[in-house]
């Protein structure tokens, strides 16, 4: 069955090649086209469209189609070209004459918009809460480790002392970004694109704040050629907000793995946490952050494909963008896994004790020994040249008892300071 069936045969291969994998893509959203149906179906009621009795019959469809869904009993065979076609079906089956009515004042375009809107906003939700919780996994993990020295690199060089709180809370506050790339994602979908049509509005009194409110948009996308062109731009602006959190937790793991090698061992896992070797028996490979690392290079580089798909599109709608589901929905699905295993396995982390009176870590104090010297009296030019002397002909003793104060250093993490940061 097809939404746009007007008897005439279509090439089969054309019919394979324009439907693509719709089907498979469109079990995610199938669950809010019938919120979506419902809001829809209540309002052409409201207009004089649908008596009551038909609509309590096509919420009454509605909701056993709702059931199935929930239950992962819905299936969208091969006959149908996506779940919107597949919905009215099983309403006409059920309902005749009545179910025929649900299309009244309404396109698949707008049908399409709609859902992915609401399964837009929802799982930006989601991902936000699960955001938070590892936001504060990674504030925890702060506080526990606090004085655990970890020396810091610039250029992957010793730079300056460290510390395993100020890591962990470093990671922390990025994300406080991403969701505020996040919030600015929902706000852009949190908005009512039903009844924009096929982009250009409908001749029937339709009334598009009922609808509104009923699926609770926070408002109504009112220029219905704006609605449209909101195809292309939503998915944009959501995979440059996952991309970013992506990133933050791409570079979070490429930590984790340089950390777990030997020659830094910083850091370990358990062994159940880890993958071996076929032919080195010593291995402790840290596979689930090189997959997460490599999984969250792959959301970043979402964003350019939503770009090149949609970019210079004129108005209207056109069939590139049935190209921005099926990607956008494997994101969302790939980010949120990866959210929930990252939190699980860091909060199984073996912090190793740290020997800064180690060959390695000689240098770690300059910049504070330069410090001490200037406090003392000598400009900093003087102490620099002096620190540098003792380093270059080897006499340089670190002392290593100067103390951070300053907000946001190793020895004031201000975390609490953190935690309220994180947007409400």
Known sequence: MKLWDKGISIDKKIEQFTVGNDREIDIHIAKYDVIASRAHAKMLHRIGILTTIELEQLLGGLDILANEIEAGEFVIEAQFEDVHSKIEYELTANLGDVGKKIHTARSRNDQVLVACHLYYKENLGLVRDKVKTLFETLLSQAEVYKDKVLPGYTHLQVAMPSSFGLWFSAYAEQMIDDVFLIDAAIKTVDQNPLGSAAGYGSSFPIDREFTTKEMEFATLKYNVVAAQMGRGKNERTIS??????????????????????????????????????????????????????????????????????????????????????????????????????????????????????????????????????????QTFREAYQKIGGQVQDGTYVPDTSKKHTHEGSIHNLCLDKIREKFPK
């Open 240 to 377: 440059a907000a996952l991309g970013s959190l992506a990133n933050t937790m791409a570079r979070f793991a490429m930590d984790t793995c340089l950390y777990m090698s030997q020659n830094f061992g910083f850091i370990s896992f358990p062994d159940e946490l880890t993958t071996g070797s076929s032919i080195m028996p010593h291995k402790k490979n840290p596979d689930v952050f090189e997959l997460i690392r490599g999984k969250c290079n792959k959301i970043q580089a979402l964003q350019t494909e939503m770009i090149l798909v949609t970019n210079n599109l004129p108005s209207g709608y056109h069939r590139d963008f049935q190209l921005l589901k099926e990607n956008m929905i494997a994101a969302f699905e790939e980010i949120k896994d990866i959210l929930d295993i990252f939190n699980y396995s860091i909060q199984q982390v073996i912090v190793k004790d740290v020997d800064i009176h180690s060959e390695l870590y000689k240098y770690l104090f300059t910049v504070d020994n330069i410090n001490t010297l200037v406090v003392e009296g």
